[in-house]
């Protein structure tokens, strides 16, 4: 009998402690303070990109000589950091205007077209890649030139407000 009272206090002890810590400090995160984290998320995931690109950026403005290897590593990066766009973008937080996004309404109007721009990016790099694990200077610049702007842009154009 003893056995079985102390599996009994133990049960309701992890009741207990298990709604202690679904209403931990005043219940679930809001549908407010989900999306503050969704929002804040995906915005970490573009500094992340955009901090990848940098140095890509500086050989675009011939600010920084080409170096064929730091682009293979950064297109690499960027290719599997372009796969987690669609994924930080899952929760429609349109309705939450008091919270400071430049995401525009349109991303949830057309998820197929905003998903295939994520795929876009990594296409971009990719082709980038393929050029870049060649050694040759020129043609990754002319690759970098052609595709990975445009891989930035062509999302931004349509779903990111302009500043
Ligand atoms: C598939 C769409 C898409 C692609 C591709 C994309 N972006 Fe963005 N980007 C967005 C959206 C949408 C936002 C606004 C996010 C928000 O404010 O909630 C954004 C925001 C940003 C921000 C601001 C982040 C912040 O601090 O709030 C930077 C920087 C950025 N993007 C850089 C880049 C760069 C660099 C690339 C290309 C290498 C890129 N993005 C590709 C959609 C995209």
């Known amino acids: 009998m003893k056995g079985l009272y102390r599996i009994g206090v133990m ?49 675009l403005r011939n600010q920084r000589e080409v170096d064929t290897a730091l682009v293979t590593q950064r297109m690499e990066r960027i290719k599997v950091l372009s796969e987690m766009i669609p994924e930080v973008f899952a929760m429609d937080t349109r309705q939450f205007k008091d919270i400071k996004t430049a995401a525009l309404d349109g991303i949830w109007n057309s998820q197929a077209d905003f998903k295939a721009k994520a795929e876009a990016l990594g296409k971009a790099a990719d082709t980038v890649l393929a050029v870049s694990k060649t050694g040759d200077k020129e043609a990754t610049l002319k690759a970098l030139r052609e595709n990975i702007g445009k891989g930035c842009s062509g999302c931004h154009d349509s779903y990111r407000a302009k500043p």
């Open 11 to 59: 049960a309701a002890l992890a009741t207990v402690s298990a709604v202690a810590l679904s209403q931990g400090a005043g219940g679930p995160p809001s549908p407010e303070a989900q999306a503050k984290a969704a929002i804040e998320t995906r915005q970490g995931l573009f500094k992340v990109i955009a901090n990848q690109n940098g140095p890509i950026g500086a050989m």
